[in-house]
């Protein structure tokens, strides 16, 4: 590409661009992010990137991919979105309200045991947030803005982004109650098992179960925790479930301790460009103080 002739006064718009494209990937998606079509996307880039004299984005055949200059304007580009943001904050909530939409990301079951009953005392506190609530077992890039928090359960959070540890995740294996408030299925060497399915290899209750019953194969795979816990609740078997899941239930019954290799950390995880502003923070600071792993 051509030296720009002139010094290129890159506008608040063109970084706009640059941004929406490195978060999205293609044009057409840069596009939707912005409300504008993609040829307008393509119009605007060819622009500046020969406005600046450099390429800021590698074709490919899976998408735009930033150059590093690319990916340093975007980073330019997140700041100034996080303080107009943050002013916006100022300027438009009456007195101290906290209002906008925060986006959190996590996986069902942390969603319902945890996630939601934390949110009840805040949307009371703070009636003029709104929360876009995803629950998936992939986690969200915080850095394309997915998502504007995570909620997930991992031995190592990413290294891109700010996270706090929420505490241990105690897992103990499960039957449902009998008769006479005895276990259903006693022996695990011999009972049915539910367990997640190929989508969850890694998962710390599938590595316990491999490494201490390595003959067993479940008779019902799943695609969430959540899922395992029904089908334990529902007599088909025994399964590993987070102690956090079976507070205040009475169908379920422990055949054990907690199972210390099975363990892991949640995590409370922000992008660092955004961490501050006042809607996050708010609900980020809340989940902390108000999710229950005991």
């Not at 695609?223 to 079976?246: K, M, Q, R, W, Y």
Request: with cysteine; charged share 20%.
């Amino acid at each position: 590409m051509a030296i720009a002739s002139a010094q290129y006064d890159l506008s608040p718009a063109d970084l706009a661009i640059v941004l929406a494209l490195a978060r999205r990937g293609t044009l057409a998606a840069a596009g939707e992010l912005l409300a504008i079509d993609s040829s307008t996307v393509f119009r605007a880039l060819q622009r500046i990137e020969k406005g600046v004299g450099q390429r800021l984005f590698e074709r490919t055949r899976a998408g735009y991919v930033p150059t590093e200059l690319g990916a340093q304007l975007a980073r330019h580009a997140e700041r100034i979105e996080a303080e107009l943001d943050a002013a916006r904050g100022l300027a438009q909530s009456p007195g101290q309200a906290v209002s906008g939409t925060v986006r959190i990301s996590t996986t069902d079951t942390l969603l319902h045991g945890l996630v939601l009953p934390a949110l009840r005392t805040l949307a009371t506190a703070h009636p003029l947030l709104q929360f876009e609530l995803a629950a998936s077992n992939e986690l969200a890039s915080l850095t394309k803005r997915d998502a504007d928090i995570a909620v997930r359960a991992t031995s190592k959070p990413p290294d891109h982004v700010v996270g706090k540890s929420l505490g241990t995740i105690d897992v103990a294996l499960f039957s449902a109650r009998g008769r006479g408030k005895k276990a259903l299925h006693a022996d695990p060497s011999t009972s049915p098992w539910i367990a997640p399915d190929e989508a969850l290899p890694q998962h710390p209750s599938v590595v316990w179960r491999k490494r201490h019953h390595p003959h067993i194969v479940p008779r019902y795979q799943v695609n969430s925790i959540l899922s395992v816990c029904e089908g334990v609740a529902a007599g088909l078997g025994v399964g590993i479930l987070p102690l956090f899941l079976v507070r205040g239930r009475d169908d379920l019954v422990a055949l054990g301790d907690a199972l210390p290799d099975a363990r892991t950390q949640l995590w409370l995880l922000t992008h660092p460009e955004s961490r501050h502003l006042r809607r996050i923070a708010t609900v980020a600071h809340h989940l902390a103080e108000h999710i229950a792993l005991e």
